[in-house]
């Protein structure tokens, strides 16, 4: 079946979707958009983490066909073309990377929680990237980069 | 495949009268992981997110109607002072992704015996309202659950909504995970008690075939509560009532060993928390100052 929806501001007429498959894959396999990454596939790991219609969610949990007519942004649609997004920008700064999988999921949630929530304590920004798996175990340093996102942010915003 | 979309409710219907192997989606948190995994190739999905209806919950006489496509995260928003057992057990469904896409009547769907809204639905005496083009069925929740992963919706049936009586007393919720977020219940336990009619609510979860009450528990402790005069005096429970209630919702259970926990430790943790869970709500009905207030709760609609 096609779908159409906007995915980072533009439009994606889709072709030839399975009716059965994620948003993740026609992201990945059919739009051209590996930002999201497929790990668990059940929603328990986060890093296929995207907002739809302003709302985070698990990409590998909605149908492609749910998606029809809606809006998405993953987390290639934070930056604004070169310049990283400050949550992203501490991501890098903090050494919040190791093997990078869960990271644009990370992004995505951490963007979402600074939305709603500038100056979070740590319990509220543990509680908001719960969704959000690092086997890595980086969550020291994913702490320290949301913390330096949130300062960034503030400063842009007082 | 085919990818069924109806934007009425009217066509929704019609649409489970043709194809009642369509497999409903709402969140998807169920039904696509089935799909992921190659556990479930349903000739249709019947895709019920344009439904404006389902995500609508409203006052209804006394009752909420809870539209069955109300996310969990809704719940917990707009609904965390009026319906309180629902939004404590909506809090630990899975992850912030989770809930802003799993639903109520998605729960009631899957009919898993794990579901976390069980136990709140079956101690609020809740009713499940399902729907076909034959017409509408109210069914007490505690008929719903027929098996494991089973119910009794019909195949050309989809649940329309749930009517919840905003409570006259406190509600508790209590799960068993190895982790706060992200769990399938090792075991749950609502618990609700209705002062109007001095009676008390229960549901069990993950500790049987379906999620169930415990009537038993349920008569033992009000009946207590009665001989002892303690709805009208509002004292202390005596020493030993809340184990002893814990011990008779134990004994309603029958659990199985799996990989999630044994049925040794699903008895016992059902015990612990059933009295914690009694003993809670019955402090705080103790502390409520004045009693129920006689007005009702403010009501907020979403936009």
Same mark, same amino acid.
């Given at each position: 079946?096609?779908?159409?929806?906007?995915?980072n501001g533009?439009r994606?007429?889709?072709?030839?979707v399975w009716?059965g498959e994620?948003?993740?894959? $026609?992201l990945?396999?059919?739009?051209? @958009?590996p930002?999201?990454?497929?790990a668990?596939?059940?929603g328990?790991?986060g890093?296929?983490?995207?907002?739809l219609d302003g709302?985070?969610?698990?990409?590998?949990?909605v149908? $492609?066909?749910?998606?029809?007519?809606?809006?998405?942004?993953?987390?290639?649609?934070?930056?604004?073309?070169?310049?990283?997004?400050?949550?992203?920008q501490a991501?890098?700064?903090?050494? $919040?990377?190791q093997?990078g999988f869960?990271?644009?999921?990370?992004?995505?949630?951490t963007?979402?929680l600074?939305e709603?929530?500038a100056?979070?304590?740590d319990p509220?920004?543990?509680?908001a990237?719960?969704?959000n798996?690092c086997?890595?175990?980086g969550y020291?340093?994913? @702490?320290?980069?949301?913390?330096?996102?949130?300062?960034t942010l503030s400063?842009?915003?007082? | 495949?085919?990818?069924?979309?109806p934007?009425?409710w009217?066509?929704?219907?019609a649409?489970?009268?043709e194809?009642?192997d369509?497999?409903?989606v709402?969140?998807g948190?169920?039904v696509?992981?089935?799909?992921?995994?190659?556990?479930?190739?349903?000739?249709?999905? &019947?895709d019920?997110t *344009?439904?404006?209806?389902?995500?609508e919950?409203?006052?209804?006489?006394?009752?909420?109607r809870?539209?069955a496509?109300v996310?969990?995260?809704?719940?917990?928003?707009?609904?965390g002072a009026?319906?309180?057992?629902?939004?404590?057990?909506s *809090?630990?469904?899975?992850?912030?992704?989770?809930?802003?896409?799993g639903?109520v009547?998605?729960n009631?769907?899957?009919a898993? #015996?794990?579901?976390?809204?069980? #136990?709140?639905?079956?101690?609020?005496?809740?009713?499940?309202?399902v729907?076909?083009?034959?017409?509408? *069925?109210l069914?007490?929740?505690?008929?719903f659950?027929?098996g494991v992963?089973r119910?009794?919706?019909?195949?050309d049936?989809?649940?329309a909504?749930?009517l919840?009586?905003p409570?006259?007393?406190?509600q508790q919720?209590?799960?068993?995970?190895?982790r706060?977020?992200m769990?399938?219940?090792?075991?749950a336990?609502?618990?609700?008690?209705?002062p109007?009619r001095?009676?008390?609510?229960?549901g069990i979860g +993950?500790?049987?075939?379906t999620?169930?009450?415990?009537p038993?528990?349920?008569e033992?402790?009000?009946?207590? &509560?009665?001989?002892a005069?303690?709805?009208?005096?509002r004292?202390a429970? #005596?020493?030993?009532l809340?184990?002893?209630?814990g011990?008779?919702?134990?004994d309603?259970? +029958?659990?199985?060993?799996d990989v999630?926990?044994?049925?040794?430790?699903r008895?016992a943790?059902?015990s612990?928390?059933?009295?914690?869970a009694a003993?809670?709500?019955?402090?705080?009905?103790?502390s409520?100052?004045?009693?129920? +207030?006689d007005e009702? #709760?403010?009501?907020?609609?979403?936009?």
């Amino acid at each position: 079946m096609r779908i159409t929806l906007t995915v980072n501001g533009a439009r994606h007429d889709v072709d030839d979707v399975w009716e059965g498959e994620s948003l993740l894959y $026609a992201l990945r396999e059919r739009m051209g @958009l590996p930002g999201s990454k497929n790990a668990c596939e059940q929603g328990e790991c986060g890093s296929c983490t995207v907002y739809l219609d302003g709302l985070p969610v698990c990409s590998c949990l909605v149908a $492609a066909g749910q998606a029809q007519g809606r809006e998405v942004t993953t987390v290639e649609g934070l930056a604004d073309g070169e310049r990283l997004h400050p949550v992203q920008q501490a991501f890098v700064e903090c050494g $919040a990377v190791q093997c990078g999988f869960c990271t644009p999921g990370l992004i995505v949630s951490t963007h979402d929680l600074l939305e709603h929530n500038a100056r979070p304590s740590d319990p509220e920004i543990r509680e908001a990237l719960a969704g959000n798996l690092c086997r890595c175990t980086g969550y020291e340093k994913i @702490l320290d980069a949301v913390r330096t996102a949130a300062r960034t942010l503030s400063a842009e915003q007082p | 495949m085919d990818f069924l979309a109806p934007t009425t409710w009217a066509d929704a219907l019609a649409a489970k009268a043709e194809h009642p192997d369509a497999l409903p989606v709402a969140g998807g948190t169920d039904v696509m992981v089935e799909i992921n995994f190659d556990h479930a190739r349903p000739p249709a999905l &019947l895709d019920l997110t *344009r439904l404006p209806v389902l995500r609508e919950w409203a006052r209804d006489g006394g009752r909420i109607r809870l539209g069955a496509g109300v996310t969990y995260a809704r719940v917990i928003d707009e609904l965390g002072a009026t319906l309180p057992g629902l939004a404590m057990a909506s *809090r630990t469904v899975g992850s912030p992704q989770i809930r802003n896409r799993g639903t109520v009547g998605g729960n009631l769907g899957s009919a898993s #015996p794990a579901g976390d809204s069980h #136990p709140a639905l079956l101690a609020a005496d809740t009713t499940v309202e399902v729907a076909s083009v034959r017409g509408v *069925r109210l069914l007490p929740i505690g008929e719903f659950f027929t098996g494991v992963k089973r119910s009794a919706l019909a195949p050309d049936e989809l649940i329309a909504a749930v009517l919840i009586t905003p409570p006259s007393g406190p509600q508790q919720y209590c799960k068993i995970g190895t982790r706060n977020a992200m769990v399938i219940a090792v075991s749950a336990f609502g618990f609700a008690l209705h002062p109007d009619r001095r009676g008390v609510g229960t549901g069990i979860g +993950s500790a049987a075939p379906t999620p169930r009450r415990a009537p038993a528990a349920e008569e033992f402790l009000a009946g207590e &509560l009665e001989a002892a005069g303690l709805w009208d005096s509002r004292g202390a429970l #005596p020493d030993g009532l809340a184990r002893e209630f814990g011990h008779r919702v134990r004994d309603a259970a +029958s659990p199985i060993d799996d990989v999630r926990g044994t049925a040794a430790y699903r008895l016992a943790s059902l015990s612990v928390m059933a009295r914690r869970a009694a003993t809670w709500a019955w402090d705080a009905h103790r502390s409520a100052a004045c009693g129920p +207030s006689d007005e009702d #709760p403010p009501v907020r609609m979403h936009p």
